[in-house]
T-cell receptor, first 113, second 112 residues
């Protein structure tokens, strides 16, 4: 248990659906991250929030929309996804961006059909 | 832009062996380097974090070193066990954004 909780753990959605991934941490961290992990690829950083402000957006398609309502919660809203978006989506948090230890959730396995 | 490479991509060893996993990075102005373990279909578990001012960190049977001048970090696992079987990833934070860049990982199998 790392202190970072992601829900749901598994999600199957159609290309016309709208769904949201949730990440929660009560470690008192100021930075939260979304990563995408596809088979045989390195982890791809998607979004970074620091003190609820988005500080990084790595050319992610607009069908992925992040939301950080407070420092403990991070959402990833999904709509009109493509089959190639199927992957493991990982949330992480750290005390501050980059300079401190990062803790990851267990991930959400997303399958787009 | 920081690039991180891990060699080998896969490793299979008998139980009890001491082994070394390698991680190389291109930007020597690295702030820190972190090693993670990932079990299949799961999230990442932090193993060790080495700050740029440090040369190594130890936790149990694990020892990680950092050599900024050569752009290398190694993870040493002593007396390997089947439970050590997993993918090991390294990530280096550098540049103005401080965001960690990940390698592709080394998939380790320790067989009894």
């Amino acid at each position: 248990e790392t202190g970072v909780t992601q829900t749901p753990r598994h999600l199957v959605m159609g290309m016309t659906n709208k769904k949201s991934l949730k990440c929660e941490q009560h470690l008192g961290h100021n930075a939260m991250y979304w990563y995408k992990q596809s088979a045989k690829k390195p982890l791809e950083l998607m979004f970074v929030y620091s003190l609820e402000e988005r500080v990084e957006n790595n050319s992610v398609p607009s069908r992925f929309s992040p939301e950080c309502p407070n420092s403990s919660h991070l959402f990833l809203h999904l709509h009109t996804l493509q089959p190639e978006d199927s992957a493991l989506y990982l949330c992480a948090s750290s005390q501050d961006i980059g300079l401190s230890e990062a803790f990851f959730g267990q991930g959400t396995r997303l399958t787009v059909v | 832009k920081q690039e991180v490479t891990q060699i080998p991509a896969a490793l299979s060893v008998p139980e009890g062996e001491n082994l070394v996993l390698n991680c190389s990075f291109t930007d020597s102005a690295i702030y820190n380097l972190q090693w993670f373990r990932q079990d299949p279909g799961k999230g990442l578990t932090s193993l060790l974090l080495i700050q740029s001012s440090q040369r190594e960190q130890t936790s149990g049977r694990l020892n990680a070193s950092l050599d900024k001048s050569s752009g290398r970090s190694t993870l040493y696992i002593a007396a390997s066990q089947p439970g050590d079987s997993a993918t090991y990833l390294c990530a280096g934070a550098s540049g103005g954004s401080y965001i960690p860049t990940f390698g592709r990982g080394t998939s380790l199998i320790v067989h009894p």
